[in-house]
């Protein structure tokens, strides 16, 4: 029995895709069925452009990257940071879900595309079929849906769904009849460009290191920086829209990026120890990430003598990168340069945590049947555990009260106390003024132009707004820009 087990996860494709769409339906769709969602930072944000863009597409408009639907019909500049295109299709295909439903189906559809995507891609690596679904439910471990309202983090995951995409095209392009893997990479940065633009600006970075060594090493160059120019034109095409809204947005000094203690945001030991404790959805500071990276990094150290001389190195800067994104790098020292606009430094752990994963499994050393099954089951246990804190945890603690939607508006403010209601359900989500609230936290607009006359500073969520009469601009000293209840 257990020979045939072995021989259908080593040599059959069918069972491994069923197992990964099995998995993830287990893992990671559950949640559809939820009659109420936990409620918590940016979820307000990313529910109301899902609403935006499905207003837009019900009326057969494309949708635009300042939200008129949504956010007291302000707008949110602050979209740039998080583009609508990528997310056009699973919106497309869910509009006619209720809004839960609708939003964790979008989360499935997104992790078990990208699962699919990775079991190939690992196995054009030239690595086993068994080593490429390992890579697969390592993976998963990455992925908490329930973790700060899973949308938001959708930049990070297609990280880890698209950066082996575009390492493996890189690699490729040199040899003959590549040209699929040209599209390959214009395609994967346009995908991560299109969702988060923090993430696409890493993933740039680390894809030029990397064509640097490719380049070094590749006896036919010409072709190797040909094919990658060709993959960026497309890539800037695909993503043209969005690119084009940027450059408007920061024309207009419509939005500027809210800024945070960098410090605050750095990955510590301490951190990573505290994280493997499985702390319940509270845990903003300690992300389950960060313990899985204390578990990538106990493995490389176990197995870096075995590794191939590249490997070695990959590891190396994997461990210089921690330490340049630990507390022990003076991060204060640059909150007021531009470096601050990555918010977190931590934010680089999601690249590391994918690195890792091509490292150690991709790795002949490691083309063991136990550690891979191991690593499956193991995988598959600690990411289930994610769902269990999420339930008990809404239903024990004593604030997570259910948030109400009220007929009053003005009274709806408790809505914004996420911490300290954290259940909404699909009657509030169903509500079209809901998304009108025009003062919720942190994702207010903000100009970033200091001390503008041109914006009224007493109503803080409407920027930079032109009145005309029969056409003509009126100056802005002319009128006053106010509000009365909503």
């Known amino acids: 029995m257990l020979h045939k087990i072995k021989h259908y996860l080593v040599s059959s494709d069918f069972i491994n895709v069923l197992i990964i769409i099995l998995a993830v339906s287990l893992l990671f769709g559950v949640s559809i069925f939820q009659s109420t969602m936990t409620w918590r930072t940016d979820a307000y944000f990313h529910m109301s452009r899902i609403y935006d863009i499905s207003q837009y597409l019900?009326?057969?408009?494309?949708?635009?990257?300042?939200?008129?639907?949504a956010f007291a019909n302000t707008g949110q500049a602050i979209n740039g940071m998080y583009p609508n295109f990528s997310l056009l299709p699973f919106i497309f295909v869910t509009m006619g879900l209720k809004p839960i439903a609708q939003y964790q189906t979008i989360t499935y559809l997104f992790i078990l595309s990208g699962s699919l995507l990775n079991y190939f891609v690992f196995q054009k690596f030239y690595v086993s079929k068994l080593q490429a679904l390992a890579a697969v439910f390592a993976t998963f471990t990455f992925i908490n849906i329930f973790y700060q309202s899973s949308l938001n983090l959708h930049g990070v995951w297609s990280i880890y769904f698209l950066l082996p995409l575009a390492i493996l095209s890189i690699k490729k392009l040199s040899e003959p009849n590549s040209w699929p893997y040209v599209l390959g990479l214009a395609i994967a940065v346009s995908f991560v460009l299109n969702t988060h633009l923090l993430s696409v600006v890493f993933m740039v970075g680390f894809?030029?290191?990397?064509?640097?060594?490719?380049?070094?090493?590749?006896?036919?160059?010409?072709?190797?920086?040909?094919?990658?120019?060709?993959?960026?034109?497309?890539?800037?095409?695909?993503?043209?829209?969005?690119?084009?809204?940027?450059?408007?947005?920061?024309?207009?000094?419509?939005?500027?990026?809210?800024?945070?203690?960098?410090?605050?945001?750095?990955?510590?030991?301490?951190?990573?120890?505290?994280?493997?404790?499985?702390?319940?959805?509270?845990?903003?500071?300690?992300?389950?990430?960060?313990?899985?990276?204390?578990?990538?990094?106990?493995?490389?150290?176990?197995?870096?003598?075995?590794?191939?001389?590249?490997a070695k190195v990959v590891t190396g800067l994997i461990f210089a990168t921690e330490f340049i994104i630990s507390p022990y790098f003076p991060w204060k020292l640059l909150n007021n340069t531009p470096v601050a606009m990555i918010q977190f430094p931590g934010r680089l752990v999601p690249f590391l945590l994918i690195i890792a994963t091509m490292v150690l499994f991709t790795s002949k050393h490691l083309n063991n049947l136990s550690f891979l099954v191991a690593v499956i089951l193991g995988s598959f246990m600690l990411t289930s555990s994610y769902q269990t804190s999420n339930l008990v945890a809404k239903r024990d603690f004593p604030n997570f009260r259910d948030a109400k939607m009220s007929h009053d508006m003005t009274n709806f403010d408790s809505i914004l106390k996420y911490n300290q209601n954290t259940k909404i359900d699909n009657e509030a989500l169903s509500n079209p003024e809901f998304y009108r609230l025009y003062s919720y936290h942190e994702y207010i607009p903000q100009t970033a132009k200091k001390n503008d006359p041109d914006v009224d500073k007493n109503m803080a969520s409407v920027n930079n707004h032109e009145l005309l009469v029969n056409n003509q601009k009126l100056a802005s000293n002319s009128f006053k820009v106010t509000h009365k209840n909503n």
């Open 58 to 69: 019900h009326s057969g408009q494309f949708p635009l990257m300042v939200d008129v639907h």
């Open 207 to 310: 894809l030029a290191i990397y064509f640097v060594y490719q380049f070094v090493k590749s006896q036919n160059k010409l072709a190797l920086f040909f094919k990658t120019v060709i993959a960026a034109v497309i890539s800037v095409l695909l993503s043209l829209p969005t690119l084009i809204s940027i450059i408007s947005l920061s024309k207009n000094h419509l939005s500027t990026v809210q800024s945070f203690d960098l410090a605050s945001g750095t990955l510590s030991l301490e951190s990573m120890i505290h994280s493997l404790t499985n702390p319940t959805i509270f845990g903003i500071a300690t992300p389950p990430i960060y313990g899985v990276m204390l578990l990538a990094d106990i493995l490389l150290i176990l197995n870096v003598k075995k590794f191939s001389m590249a």
